[in-house]
């Protein structure tokens, strides 16, 4: 919210802030579970915590980007950008770092099938989301990202059989009321603060044209 309103010029509501501080609250419980609060495990919580948060404040930042981008520019062509610069730096990351481990993969249909879903499950985020933040924005995409723990819960009950901590099924409560309330107020200060930066671009052009013409 502090990076969309800086950068963006974001208007937000009362409302929205309670909404976003009940979804870190529900992110809050998760670190309390993993640090053992809720009876869960793990040799260095506070280690993975700050790489979490690292990696959150790195992605916060990209999506408020793209919003950006998609916001000022023509979306086709922003997924257009990302497509190119996307193979661009996934293809030098793979030739610098992954080379040797890619060519001793031992192929395999599962191995082939894996690698097809996660393609085509790649190509559809980055597909959808750039449309995505253009109309709801980068906060409430990067809160709605707070609900992922609900699959990490599923799949590690159904597929693993293993026990999930209490605070897990609280955040997941927590993020998803304060998803609630926040989207009751999305999209309109968001949306109007951009069509008056627009339309007050569009009436300096027609300014300095008609200035031209009278010349």
Known sequence: ????????GTRYSIRQFFGAALCVGGLASVFLSVAGWGGGEGSKPLLGDTLVMAGTLFVAMGNVGEEFCVKKKDTVEVVAMIGVFGLLVCGCEIYILELETLTSIKWSPDIVLGFAGHAVATFLIYTLLPFFLK????TMFNLSLLTSDLWAVVIRIYFYHQKVDWLYYLSFATVAIGLIIYSKDDGGSNIAAFEDQNLNAHYQELSEGSGGCRN
């Open 135 to 138: 109309i709801s924005g980068a």
């Open 1 to 8: 919210m502090i990076l969309t309103w800086i950068v963006l």
